[in-house]
């Protein structure tokens, strides 16, 4: 988790800098808070704008009144905190800072290849004109960052190896970083059940649905609706950890949301054989180098078929 108050020299510099941005389709309309609508964001930008500057016209001797924050989650962390652990502490991050009565409107974005949020405020106190004092920022953001990680049980363990996990309309190597994709999510061995790895992907803008003969994954807008051709679950090497069996054979529910065919493995060995794959897809870090990626994907591939013949 990285989080950085930028040095916004106006609110109005903040403010239209994202502005443009969800103009340009590169930020969406994520959050607000303490704004005279319940939603601001239905009405037009300078109706946005008029909720910061009406407070800032009370004040005309502070200089530098904009508040501009990005909040940067991992992967790993997007996936732990979730849209509802995100937004609330977003509003914790701002009460921390000494502004959670003040309004704010927070944009995400996906303009690079991870998702980031950008809060804009006023460093003008709304009820009583002064400016907000701003001392040792740094360390309320730093001692803020160190209770996310504990309560969320963060970490800083992103792969050295940068890949591409933003998926628009436009998305160049679509297959192989879905792959890429559920390579990662199925290395993270908390996402317990279906539901949640499903939850994990609709953060990406990927959904799986059940069609009359398999499976199809859709990239979405966000809203589900889908934006690209979807791509067969069987086109793909690498699948996700829940949809993974192949066939019509009978499953049973090992309670951890796993299932195995009973006609190739018995539940106790089952368990074991999870555990293996688990720890195999973790030796698959580089995901850069297509010859290795596939290289491994074949050593996988045969350990996969020696476990079933167990």
């Not at 239905?42 to 924050?69: M, P």
């Not at 069609?211 to 067969?232: A, C, E, M, S, Y």
Request: aromatic share 10%.
């Amino acid at each position: 988790m990285v989080i950085v108050i930028h040095q916004a020299s106006s609110t109005a510099n903040a403010f239209f800098y994202n502005e443009r941005k969800a103009k340009e389709g590169k930020a969406t309309f994520y959050h607000s808070r303490n704004t005279p609508s319940a939603n601001p964001f239905i009405y037009s930008a300078q109706h946005r704008f008029q909720i910061f500057k009406r407070i800032e016209d009370s004040n005309t001797r502070v200089k530098n009144k904009g508040l501009h924050i990005s909040f940067n989650p991992t992967t790993n962390d997007m996936i732990r905190m979730g849209e509802k652990g995100i937004r609330t502490e977003l509003d914790n991050l701002m009460k921390q800072l000494g502004y959670g009565n003040q309004p704010y409107l927070v944009y995400r974005h996906a303009d690079i290849d991870r998702v980031h949020f950008h809060i804009v405020s006023t460093r003008i106190d709304r009820q009583t004109g002064k400016k907000i004092k701003d001392n040792f920022e740094k360390e309320k953001v730093q001692k803020f960052i160190k209770e996310l990680e504990q309560t969320y049980q963060l970490t800083n363990n992103e792969p050295k190896e940068k890949i591409n996990l933003k998926f628009t309309a436009y998305s160049k190597n679509l297959k192989q970083n879905l792959e890429n994709l559920f390579t990662e999510l199925n290395r993270m061995d908390f996402i317990t059940s279906k539901q949640m790895y499903n939850d994990a992907l609709k953060l990406f803008h990927v959904e799986i649905r059940q069609v009359q003969k398999g499976h199809l994954v859709f990239v979405t807008d966000g809203q589900g609706n889908p934006v690209r051709h979807p791509i067969k679950m069987s086109d793909f090497e690498e699948r996700p950890r829940f949809y993974q069996s192949k066939g019509k054979a009978e499953k049973i529910e090992l309670g951890n949301g796993y299932t195995t065919d009973k006609s190739v493995n018995t539940i106790k060995n089952y368990q074991e054989n999870s555990k293996r794959l688990i720890d195999l897809l973790r030796l698959i870090p580089n995901y850069s180098d297509k010859n290795s990626f596939r290289k491994k994907q074949q050593i996988l591939k045969k350990r996969r078929i020696g476990q079933r013949r167990l």
